[in-house]
């Protein structure tokens, strides 16, 4: 049902409280607001023996809902609640691409009131699914001094989401995107895989070209390019309010590069480990023949971090960007860096 709504039915990307008109006419122009789109989903749902109930929310842009005193304007929302054997499912008929099962990030705010006869229930927003980004880079340095990079992503749940509404399947709309982080991409090379298949990983593949940093006889590589965070967001010393990321967020890179033909490794960034409550983090790197594997990962597992754990949450991303950010650098042998100098003299 809520895929036919999906396929039929288009939301003109206006919120509110009140359909925007009437279920005949929403029918006729296969268009509306939020409310148009998703009562008509609740309606076609209890008319097929599903149960199911509008609830209203704030979207997070809206900001908060005093519960004490919820009155009507801090509502600017509605969304799908349906029982589904005995379980309480929320959906949202006005996002195509996300999973049925799930609302969207800027639903995700708190708690919404379910609309129903003679009973005040609250209904919490929160989702506890981690989403996941993996970025998968092999580095190759070439005759010419060039960095030759292929990339390999992989996201699921939100940030599936985020890359099928952004990015789409078109290779010169993702190969502008990508220009913007400075990259030279091989347009060719893009391939995007599963952007309308919901329930599978997100899938962008692509190949880049770019210059190592060389300063005399080393090379110094970035393992991940600028692929992960280079500045902590979090600016204050304290704060009394919490840290709200909307859903748990696992990002993990992994990087083989080949060492070059004449180089060895002459530095190698320590391996670290945290692991808490809320908050992991791994870093390893290791050599094996001329093949030098870096791995990356770090998991945020709350929605939602208290005023009390600021400082830890904040320690945590100055972690990430020093070790995300860390070069590993290749020394020529000296019997190469001789020849070069004798062969310039």
């Known amino acids: ?25 929403f029918v006729e122009e296969k268009f509306g607001n939020v409310l148009d789109v998703n ?28 519960y ?6 801090f509502f600017n929302y509605v969304i799908i ?23 969207p990030s800027r639903c995700i705010n708190e708690k919404g009131l379910i609309v129903q006869k003679d009973q005040v229930e609250w209904m919490g927003l929160e989702c506890l699914f981690p989403s996941s980004i993996t970025t998968n880079f092999s580095l190759e340095i070439t005759n010419d001094a060039q960095l030759l990079v292929g990339i390999s992503k992989y996201a699921t749940e939100y940030d599936a989401l985020q890359y099928r509404n952004a990015q789409t399947s078109d290779q010169e709309t993702i190969a502008k995107s990508l220009e913007k982080l400075g990259y030279d991409v091989i347009d060719t090379s893009i391939v995007v895989k599963n952007q309308l298949d919901r329930e599978l990983p997100y899938v962008l593949n692509y190949q880049l070209k770019t210059h190592p940093e060389l300063v005399s006889d080393k090379i110094y590589i970035s393992p ?26 696992r990002r993990v890179f992994r990087s083989i590069i080949a060492i070059p ?22 870093y390893s790197a290791s050599i094996n023949g001329n093949l030098l594997t870096v791995t990356f990962d770090y998991y945020f597992k709350n929605t939602v971090y208290a005023p009390a754990d600021y400082s830890k949450v904040k320690s ?9 950010n860390e070069k590993i650098v290749l020394q020529k042998a000296a019997e190469l860096s001789r020849l070069d100098e004798i062969s310039s003299n």
Do not use: C, M
């Open 39 to 66: 009562l008509f989903a609740i309606g076609l749902l209890n008319a097929s023996g599903i149960e199911a109930k509008p609830v209203l929310l704030s979207t997070r842009s809206n900001g908060k809902i005093a």
């Open 224 to 249: 991940f390019l600028s692929e992960t965070t280079s500045d902590n967001p979090l600016k204050q010393n304290e704060r009394s309010y919490p840290v709200d990321i909307t859903y748990p967020k």
């Open 261 to 282: 033909e004449g180089y060895s490794v002459d530095y190698l960034p320590a391996g670290q480990r945290i692991s808490s409550d809320l908050f992991d983090l791994n």
């Open 1 to 25: 049902i809520i895929d036919h709504v999906k396929k039929n039915y288009n939301w003109d990307k206006t919120h509110g409280r009140y359909a925007s008109k009437s279920p005949k006419k």
């Open 316 to 324: 945590y991303f100055d972690q990430i960007v020093k070790k995300g």
């Open 68 to 73: 004490d005193y919820p009155f009507t304007h």
């Open 81 to 103: 609640l349906a029982i589904v054997d005995g379980q309480k499912v929320l959906s949202d008929a006005t996002e195509v691409l996300s999973l049925n099962h799930r609302i």
